[in-house]
């Protein structure tokens, strides 16, 4: 238990659906992120809350939309996604942004057909 | 551009030793840090290093060399829950974590 929540854990949709995925941190962390994780690939960085505020976007496509209402949860809203989104998607917290030490989530396996 | 490099794949006996390295090219440095992520579960914090040496943790300990761009970790007595991917990051000069593929380390008994 990391104190990141992070659901659902599996997730099989359409090129055509429109899904979210919920991250809830327990911990009062300021900082939040989502990470792409890929079969033997570093992790990809995402995006980046900070005080509930937007401060990455790593050229992130548009089919993907994070949402943060609050410092303790943090959205991932899908839509017309491609098969090769297909992946992990982790949700991690830190107490700042300037720290390397991150609580991950146990992630949400997307399957896209 | 700003690389990681480790090795995709270890394997070791139960009981030995293991050191898995990491090297590195980044923009600036401001740590590196190791984690451990067993099979479906979470990347989990490992440890941290700033400073050239060596951070010792119970059986894991991790070793710097800023000037070599290189580090490693070293798993003692290895026990079967060891079995995991070990990921190496370093924080650039922005406080972005630039991370590696990870190392699948095997452990047979």
């Known amino acids: 238990e990391t104190g990141v929540t992070q659901t659902p854990r599996h997730l099989v949709m359409g090129m055509t659906n429109k899904k979210s995925l919920k991250c809830e941190q327990h911990?009062?962390?300021?900082?939040m992120y989502w990470y792409k994780q890929s079969a033997k690939k570093p992790l990809e960085l995402m995006f980046v809350?900070?005080?509930?505020?937007?401060?990455e976007n790593n050229s992130v496509p548009s089919r993907f939309s994070p949402e943060c209402p609050n410092s303790s949860h943090l959205f991932l809203h899908l839509h017309t996604l491609q098969p090769e989104d297909s992946a992990l998607y982790l949700c991690?917290?830190?107490?700042?942004?300037?720290?390397?030490?991150?609580?991950f989530g146990e992630g949400s396996r997307l399957t896209v057909l | 551009g700003q690389n990681i490099d480790q090795p995709t794949e270890m394997t070791a006996t139960e009981g030995a030793i293991v050191q898995i390295n990491c090297t590195y090219q980044?923009?600036?440095?401001?740590?590196l840090f190791w984690y451990q992520q067993h099979a479906g579960e979470a990347p989990t914090f490992l440890s941290y290093?700033?400073l050239d040496g060596l951070e010792e943790k119970g059986r894991f300990s991790s070793f710097l060399s800023r000037s070599k761009g290189y580090s490693y970790l070293l798993l003692k007595e290895l026990q079967m829950k060891d079995s995991a991917s070990y990921l190496c990051?370093?924080?650039?000069?922005?406080?972005?974590?630039?991370w590696g593929a990870g190392t699948k380390l095997i452990i047979k008994p």
């Open positions: 991690a917290s830190s107490p700042g942004e300037d720290t390397g030490e991150l609580f």
């Open positions: 990051a370093v924080m650039d000069s922005n406080y972005q974590l630039i």
């Open positions: 911990l009062g962390h300021n900082a």
């Open positions: 290093n700033v």
């Open positions: 980044t923009s600036g440095f401001n740590g």
């Open positions: 809350y900070n005080f509930k505020e937007q401060t």
